[in-house]
């Protein structure tokens, strides 16, 4: 099996660059990680928020239910992505988490996230960074419902998505995006009808190719000014970071 950590490691050092103490407890607290199927609940909303989970293979996603049945996706969640961050001082868990694909995830309780916050400064203002971009990509997904066309809203989720993959910008032209035809439009307040003729349209313009949960950017410029994507949101000032501490203070 892959190392767990890789996915989380690499994420956290788009924001900060890690020194070979905070590797080490990362890896430590990385270590136990159990799978997950397609399907399975991570959490409901109401539940005791006690723990973060990190998401160390596959995609998931959050959402609300409404009491007409209806669904409002609200975030999707990555290999590396970080659960429950918003929640640490509520208490509850304040959406539905389910898996999109199988994966694997580990579990972190408070006490030993504050042993770490405590150890590693630097980490904890990474944690801050990325609940402020999860605030930032909430809002640029109701600019997308309230205020896009169509075409922009799909297309900016899409680049959106390209963006935050792991993988060199080289190869983010391709991949896969596991979400239904329903999940699509319970995310950007479309039907499915819709979500269907907006890629087919986004296809005739020589932008995008879906084959099944495939995506292909087949014109990544273009497609970005189409939707007015500005990727400045998912970045971080490394001013809001603490300062790199001396290897001594970590051990």
């Not at 900060?16 to 430590?28: G, I, K, P, R, Y």
């Not at 896969?176 to 819709?194: I, N």
């Not at 014109?219 to 490394?238: I, K, S, T, V, W």
Request: aromatic content about 6%; some cysteine.
């Amino acid at each position: 099996m892959q190392d767990v950590s890789s996915h989380m490691v690499r994420r956290l050092q788009r924001f900060v660059s890690l020194t070979n103490a905070e590797l080490a407890l990362l890896a430590d607290m990385e270590r136990d990680s159990r799978a997950v199927s397609a399907g399975d609940w991570l959490w409901q909303e109401g539940d005791a928020a006690d723990t973060l989970l990190v998401l160390t293979e596959g995609w998931s996603c959050s959402a609300r239910y409404l009491p007409d049945g209806s669904r409002q996706l609200l975030e999707i969640f990555l290999p590396g992505d970080i659960l429950g961050i918003g929640e640490l001082a509520d208490g509850k868990r304040r959406s539905d988490v389910s898996m999109l694909t199988d994966g694997r995830i580990s579990e972190y309780a408070y006490p030993r996230l504050r042993e770490l916050f405590e150890r590693a400064e630097r980490l904890r203002s990474a944690l801050f960074v990325i609940a402020n971009q999860r605030q930032a990509m909430l809002a640029e997904r109701l600019v997308s419902v309230a205020r896009r066309n169509a075409r922009q809203r799909l297309a900016h989720f899409l680049c959106e998505c390209r963006a935050r993959l792991l993988e060199p910008a080289s190869a983010r032209q391709r991949f896969l995006l596991p979400l239904s035809q329903q999940d699509l439009a319970d995310a950007l307040g479309m039907s499915t009808v819709h979500i269907s003729r907006t890629f087919s349209s986004l296809a005739c313009l020589g932008l995008v190719r879906r084959r099944h949960y495939h995506i292909l950017i087949l014109d990544p410029a273009r497609l970005e000014r189409l939707a007015g994507f500005n990727g400045a949101y998912l970045q971080c000032d490394p001013q809001l970071l603490a300062p790199e501490p001396p290897a001594a203070e970590i051990q």
